[in-house]
């Protein structure tokens, strides 16, 4: 039903910015709190933020947090992260997916998986 591509990845120097967006097809985002996720090689996906269908109450890692905002646009069925003072760690995969909720903010919480949008940020 729920299809979801992210896209906006790139490379970026230390301290750059980049706007990822989470695009939906097959159905409405409406009813779904969507999580944004990880992975760098040999790494554990791990949860980014989070945000409810309402939009209420995002949650962040503490990695990100004060850097990063995760915001959406039901109308144009797009959920969005904008990632600021971008660091050489936070160079993953990223990838967006669905859930109900935004209690945690686990892999396996979500389904509806991206195919995911590699951000590398490096000098």
């Known amino acids: 039903q729920l299809q979801l591509v992210e896209s906006g990845g790139d490379l970026v120097q230390p301290g750059g910015s980049l706007r990822l967006s989470c695009a939906a097809s097959?159905?409405?985002?409406?009813?779904?709190?969507i999580g944004w996720f990880r992975q760098a090689p040999g790494k554990e996906r791990e949860g980014v933020t989070c945000?409810?269908?309402?939009?209420?109450?995002?949650k962040y890692a503490d990695s990100v947090k004060g850097r990063f905002t995760i915001s959406r646009d039901n109308a144009k069925n797009t959920v969005y992260l904008q990632m600021n003072d971008l660091k050489p760690e936070d160079t993953a995969v990223y990838y967006c997916?669905?859930?109900?909720?935004?209690?945690?903010?686990?892999?396996?919480?979500?389904?509806?998986w991206g195919q995911g949008t590699q951000v590398t940020v490096s000098s």
């Open positions: 997916a669905a859930s109900y909720g935004c209690w945690k903010v686990l892999p396996g919480d979500f389904d509806s």
């Open positions: 097959g159905s409405t985002l409406n009813n779904y709190a």
């Open positions: 945000i409810s269908s309402s939009g209420s109450s995002p």
